[in-house]
């Protein structure tokens, strides 16, 4: 029997076993205090728990654990498979909050057929049982590495609390060589893709003043001979005004926002919400206020800063237009960012994560070929290892199409394939154990 296939074979043996580890903490609620419209104290102590069933699964493999905690409430918890030494290490990261339930049932596992049904299955704690999946095979194989395995299951993502997370796992000591993110890259059709890029993205609201008066007054504010703006100003006007404004920005950027990873005009400013009164809702009156809510992408290189500076100066340039903008400015409020994430391709752990991947294609033909590194449609924790001078790329056994809906679900056949890419990564990356000969050498 083959290395390969000695792991192959534990896999199946402990299968089962990742079933129960993945059920246990699908069962065990860990939904982020800080998600918006929640009551946060109902769920205080949530990521506690399902960490400490993360922490215990992996003990069992003689995993040392660690508990990292920038906030006590909301520790994170890092195990680590020490290697002989002489390997590269490879770290494995996994968010245990989730979002909001929207059943009471949320937490209750259910099985139709491979797929396991429960809140937080397929985003992602799917992840943390493809990862105990791989190393227990290992284990049980007899296969030692060189290089440490760390595995990073950390709080806070879903509300991009990396300060609480994943960049506080990294600041207190835990750099692996590369990171493998074990957020849902997966489907039916394909698989483990691989994920090197996302863009960043902004979240932010622009307020605009007006002033109210009789809407029979629109004709002497708007037209010749009339009065102007001294009888009224319509914010949904100036708001409309500013929207073009925002709409010409957006078009320049399909042409000055270029990044090899994403195809042209990937760049957007996306409106969402507009809303414009006088306090209340009321047809007859020109309203005196109006904000739009607006979420913007951008590309890897850039930064937060950079993008909010180019959209306020513009904004500023079209004020200088209007003379009523010109004396009662847009007033901005910027809330979240989440920075871009972009590992080269062309790096060592990017090449390898994609051979080891294309390799274990050419074995089994029901795990089609991965076409290359592509980019992700969501951000994920990779930007923060990134930003740390750690290359990372996402691939996990969940599916992105069912994550945060009332009926989640992860296919549980899609975990025991990316157990096994996992296990491969980690042989070709953290490289094997040799024995010892006579004379220590």
């Known amino acids: 029997m083959t290395e390969h296939e000695a792991v192959d074979a534990a896999i199946e043996r402990r299968f089962?076993?990742?079933?129960?580890?993945?059920?246990?903490?699908?069962?065990?609620?860990?939904?982020?205090?800080?998600?918006?419209?929640?009551?946060?104290?109902?769920?205080?102590g949530g990521e506690r728990a399902a960490n400490t069933v993360v922490a215990d699964w992996f003990?069992?493999?003689?995993?040392?654990?660690?508990?990292?905690?920038?906030?006590?409430?909301?520790?994170?918890?890092?195990?680590?498979?020490?290697?002989?030494?002489?390997?590269?290490?490879?770290?494995?990261?996994a968010h245990i909050d989730t979002v909001a339930p929207q059943s009471d049932d949320a937490w209750t596992v259910r099985r139709e057929g491979a797929r396991l049904h429960g809140l937080g299955?397929?985003?992602?704690?799917?992840?943390?049982?493809?990862?105990?999946?791989?190393?227990?095979?290992?284990?049980?194989a007899g296969i030692a590495l060189a290089g440490d395995v760390q595995v990073h299951s950390v709080v806070g993502e879903e509300t991009m609390s990396h300060e609480l997370g994943t960049t506080a796992v990294i600041e207190?000591?835990?750099?692996?060589?590369?990171?493998?993110?074990?957020?849902?890259?997966?489907?039916?059709?394909?698989?483990?893709?691989?994920?090197?890029?996302?863009?960043?993205?902004?979240?932010?609201?622009?307020?605009?003043?007006?002033?109210?008066?009789?809407w029979v007054n629109r004709a002497r504010?708007?037209?010749?001979?009339?009065?102007?703006?001294?009888?009224?100003?319509?914010?949904?006007?100036?708001?409309v005004y500013v929207y073009q404004a925002m709409r010409q920005l957006e078009e320049q950027w399909?042409?000055?926002?270029?990044?090899?990873?994403?195809?042209?005009?990937?760049?957007?400013?996306?409106?969402?919400?507009?809303?414009?009164?006088?306090?209340?809702?009321?047809?007859?009156?020109?309203p005196d206020r109006a904000r739009i809510d607006y979420l913007l992408s951008f590309p890897p290189g850039e930064t937060a800063e950079d993008v909010r500076a180019e959209v306020e100066g513009h904004i500023r340039l079209a004020e200088r237009m209007d003379p009523w903008l010109r004396e009662h400015?847009?007033?901005?409020?910027?809330?979240?960012?989440?920075?871009?994430?972009?590992?080269?391709?062309?790096?060592?752990?990017?090449r390898a994560a994609l051979d080891v991947r294309n390799d274990l294609s050419a074995e089994d033909p029901g795990i089609p070929r991965a076409p290359g590194a592509e980019t992700a449609s969501y951000q994920s924790d990779s930007a923060f290892y990134e930003?740390?001078?750690?290359?990372?790329?996402?691939?996990?056994?969940?599916?992105?199409?069912?994550?945060?809906?009332?009926?989640?679900?992860?296919?549980?056949?899609?975990?025991?394939?990316?157990?096994?890419?996992?296990?491969?990564?980690m042989l070709d990356w953290c490289g094997r154990s040799l024995p010892v000969g006579p004379g220590g050498k």
């Open 16 to 44: 089962p076993e990742a079933v129960d580890f993945l059920t246990r903490l699908v069962a065990t609620q860990s939904v982020n205090p800080l998600q918006p419209g929640v009551d946060g104290a109902r769920y205080a």
């Open 59 to 93: 003990a069992r493999l003689g995993a040392e654990t660690s508990w990292v905690a920038a906030d006590e409430e909301r520790p994170n918890v890092v195990s680590v498979i020490a290697g002989s030494g002489g390997g590269r290490s490879l770290g494995f990261n």
């Open 121 to 140: 299955a397929t985003d992602m704690k799917g992840g943390h049982a493809a990862i105990w999946l791989a190393l227990a095979a290992l284990r049980d």
């Open 172 to 214: 207190a000591g835990f750099r692996p060589d590369a990171v493998v993110v074990a957020e849902p890259t997966s489907s039916a059709e394909l698989p483990g893709r691989i994920y090197n890029s996302a863009a960043g993205n902004y979240l932010f609201h622009l307020e605009l003043e007006g002033r109210s008066t009789h």
């Open 221 to 239: 504010a708007i037209r010749a001979g009339g009065e102007g703006d001294e009888i009224g100003v319509n914010a949904i006007d100036k708001a």
């Open 254 to 286: 399909a042409f000055t926002k270029r990044h090899p990873a994403f195809p042209p005009g990937a760049f957007v400013l996306h409106p969402g919400v507009l809303r414009a009164d006088v306090g209340f809702p009321s047809t007859p009156y020109f």
């Open 329 to 350: 400015p847009v007033s901005f409020t910027w809330t979240d960012t989440w920075p871009p994430s972009y590992t080269d391709p062309a790096t060592d752990f990017v």
């Open 387 to 425: 930003a740390q001078g750690i290359p990372a790329v996402v691939c996990g056994p969940g599916d992105i199409t069912c994550a945060h809906a009332a009926e989640e679900w992860v296919d549980t056949d899609a975990v025991r394939s990316l157990a096994r890419y996992y296990a491969r990564l």
